[in-house]
Every structure is written in C-alpha cells, then in structure tokens.
C-alpha cells in the first residue's frame, strides 16, 4: 500500500514539476477561463439581475471549457518517447498513476477556480461562502474525474485528442446540471434547504465515477 | 527452475500480418543471447512480448517460471528493458528522471546513489540540465544508467549501440560484462552484429516469424 501511495505521489509530483518548467500551458488556459468570464458577462451585460441568475450556469461553463485543454494534455504527455511504456515496465500500479493525474488535474481546476472566483464575484456581484466552497470542491472532483478517464481512454488512440470533448462533455451532463443546481441555491441562500439533496446527489456521482475509473483504471492503462 | 525463458508455439499477428508465428524459444539464467534478423523482422515485438507490453495472439509462455498473465506485477519487477524510445521527460534533468523512475519501482536511494550511476556512465556533469538540451549519446547513456536502478534478474536491451560513441560502447561492453558476471541473463537485438557477438554466448536470428540458431 505504502509503495501505491508512493507511485502516486511520483506521478503528482513530476506533472506539478512539468507544469512549473513549462508555464506557458498554465497561464494560457488560466487566461482563456478569464476570457471566456468576460465575453459571456459583455454578451449578457444588458441586465444586471439576468447576469446575477446566470452566473452559476456561467461560471461552471466557463470552467468546463478552459479545463478540456489541460484534461486532454494529461495523458497525451505520456504517449511520447514511450513513456507510458516506460512506466508499466517500472511496475507502477495503473492506478496509482489513474490518482496521480487525477489529483494533478484536481489541483489545476482548483488553482483555475481560485483565479476566477475573485473576477465572478464582482463581474456577477455573488457572494462567497463556505457551502459554496463545498460544492466547487464537489463539482471539479466530478469533473477532473471523468476528464483524467476520457484523458486515459483517448490518448491511446490517434487522433483522440479530437476524440477527448465529443466523449466529455455529454457525460458531464448530469455532473453540470447538478453543480449549477446547488450553486444556484446557495447564491439565493436557499431557504427551503433544497441544496441537501443537490449536494448528495453530486456526492453520488464523485463516488460512481471515482470508483468506476478506479476499477478500469487497468483495462484503460495497461493496454 | 533452470529455464528463464520458455515460449511454445508464440504467434503475434498485427491487423491481418503474422510477426511471429509458431515460435518457439527457451532461454537459460544467466545466458547472453543476441537477438538478430532483419527490419520489421520481429525483434523488438518479441522483446516487448518478454517485457509483457504485449500479449501474443497465440501460444504460451513463461518467464521466471510465471504465467506472465496471472504475474504481470512480478515479472515487471524482475526485469528491465531498453527500448527503441527513450522513455525520458525533456524538461526534467537526469537526476529527476532518476528519482522518478526509483521512486515508482519502490526503491529508496539517495541522490548520492544516482550521482554514482551517472558517474559510471559518464554523465555527471550533466545532472541538473534539462534532458532537451542534452546531446543524443547523452539521453542514451542516461537510458542505460536506468537500467541500472534496482536488481533486475533479466535485462531487454533493443538497439542499445546507436547513438553511443566509442567511449560509449566501452562503457556499455563493460556493463554487460558485470552482468554476466554477476550471472544475469541478457538479450540483445541489435543490428551491429559485429559488437554484439562479443558479449553473447549464442545467436538467434528471427526470419519469417521463427527462430533459427
Ligand atoms: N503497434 C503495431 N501495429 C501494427 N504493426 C506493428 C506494430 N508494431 C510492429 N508492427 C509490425 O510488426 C513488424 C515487426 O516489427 P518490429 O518492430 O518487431 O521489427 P524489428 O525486428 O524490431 O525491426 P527493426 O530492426 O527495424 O527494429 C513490422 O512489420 C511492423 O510494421
Ligand atoms: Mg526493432
């Protein structure tokens, strides 16, 4: 088990490595996000209450889009110079290299919230609180998920990279609905406490897909 | 257990062509063998076969005496490969895909212990410099320092002279005499016929999908 864990931080800690050396990836997407912040708020700034009801839907849009990028990359740097290969033939366990993409993407998505956060608040004029914390956590857990498997399952086809959106993004259909739902509650401060069962019906989804990949993780990787 | 090495009627086909067909191979512990034959012959679809990267579409086989289907893990553990790929990352420095590569085997060095490595290939002037700026022969030397982490019992090398200068190939020459030394078993596919064969107890050539001797 130590040696799983130990595999996973390898992986986490090389791509956080990468990344770092090679920022242009990093800062581009972070700007595509803000880019695509802006020209939605300029196309709906008409109203500014239609904006405030929008925002969640939005946001969450906003960052679906900017991530496919960086989703996709995370596997598809493996399948140069035999990499891949290289890492089954160190005996890594498929999934001990499943969560450590996985966690890496997480924290991308998480470092692309933190910078859009601030810039939704005012744009959108919403208010930041724990509960809404909570629920970004849950939504980009769901998302880095299901992205870090359709990553996995594309990179080993050719052309998959154009494969990685036509795949996502109708999966992420429930995950998306789910996240603007409870969203949408707690920026009204949801006074019939309807975002409880929002919220476990996101839990659900993490846990089905968290467990789903983990389970195929060996089919996806190893061949 | 003397055999390292068994494989019985081994058929790998790609799409509609046979690359191997009715294969059949034994090697013992501790043999040198090179693997020779000409391109497209098959030599690095049975070496990554050996380093269960492949499955064979037909026929059976053991290495170490485990069913590499049931013991993947095992197997994996036992050997290591060279490749045609370098199976490097070109922003970190060697010393960084030492430890990456250390780290996921489970082995707990130090840097002293890479350091030594890279010594021994010559290369440690060039630890902290990004792999894509580093010279080809380099990137190769630093494949073989790889080879060297960890005990493996069998060790895949495919093509390993390209690239690497004479001082190079003296460096590697001196290797695989450890190795056989130290009673590892070794397989070479290479085309420098004439290098190879100093190192190996036998030849096996692959035509038309077999194995001659
Ligand atoms: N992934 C693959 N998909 C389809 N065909 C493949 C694949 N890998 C190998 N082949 C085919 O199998 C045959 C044998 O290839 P292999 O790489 O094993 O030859 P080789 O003996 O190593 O050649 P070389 O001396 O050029 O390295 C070739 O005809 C090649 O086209
Ligand atoms: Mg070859």
């Known amino acids: 088990m130590t040696l799983f864990f130990q595999q996973t931080v390898a992986i986490l800690s090389k791509d956080f490595l990468m990344e770092y050396r090679d920022r242009s990836r990093l800062l581009s997407t972070l700007l595509f996000g803000l880019l695509l912040l802006l020209l939605f708020s300029f196309a709906l700034s008409v109203d500014p209450a239609l904006m405030r009801k929008m925002a969640p839907g939005l946001f969450w849009l906003t960052l679906f889009f900017a991530s496919t990028l960086s989703l996709e990359h995370s596997f598809q740097k493996e399948r140069e110079e035999g990499r891949w290969e290289g890492l089954l033939i160190l005996g890594i366990d498929p999934r001990a290299l499943f969560l450590g993409k996985l966690l890496g993407n997480l924290l991308f998505i998480s470092l692309l919230q933190l910078f859009l956060l601030p810039l939704m608040a005012v744009l959108y004029d919403i208010q930041l609180s724990w509960t809404l914390g909570t629920v970004l956590v849950l939504g980009s857990l769901g998302l880095s998920t299901l992205g870090t498997f359709y990553s996995a399952l594309t990179a080993s086809l050719r052309e998959g990279q154009f494969l990685l959106p036509l795949l996502l993004y109708p999966m992420l259909v429930p995950l998306l609905l789910a996240s603007v739902k409870v969203t949408e509650l707690v920026l009204a401060r949801d006074l019939f406490g309807q975002q409880v069962a929002w919220l476990k019906l996101l839990i659900v989804f993490d846990i089905i897909f968290l467990l789903g990949s983990l389970l195929t993780a060996e089919f996806l990787i190893d061949r | ?213």
Not at chain 2, 17 to 26: D, E, G, K, Q, Y
Request: proline letters at 4%.
């Open chain 2, 1 to 213: 257990m003397n055999n390292i090495i068994e494989m019985v009627e081994i058929g790998r086909r790609f799409d509609r062509s046979w690359v191997l067909a009715h294969m059949n191979l034994t090697i013992k512990k501790g043999e040198s063998v090179a693997l020779f034959g000409a391109n497209g012959s098959g030599k690095s679809t049975l070496l990554k076969i050996l380093a269960t990267l492949l499955s064979p579409t037909t026929g059976r086989f053991q290495i170490f005496g485990k069913n590499p289907e049931k013991e993947k893990s095992f197997i994996r553990r036992h050997l290591r490969l060279l490749g045609h790929d370098k199976q490097l990352y070109g922003s970190l420095t060697p010393l960084e895909n030492l430890r990456l590569a250390a780290r996921i085997r489970g082995l707990d060095y130090n840097d002293k212990i890479f350091e030594s490595l890279l010594g021994q290939l010559q290369i440690l002037p060039f630890k902290d410099q990004p792999i894509g700026e580093l010279s080809e022969g380099t990137k190769k030397k630093l494949v073989l320092a790889k080879l060297l982490l960890g005990d493996p019992e069998l060790i895949l090398m495919d093509e390993p002279y390209p690239a690497l200068d004479k001082s190079g190939r003296e460096i590697l020459g001196h290797l695989i005499h450890e190795w056989r030394h130290e009673g590892k078993t070794l397989i070479i596919a290479s085309h420098d016929h004439e290098e190879t064969i100093k190192h190996v107890d036998r030849v096996l050539t692959l035509q038309g999908g077999m194995i001659s001797s």
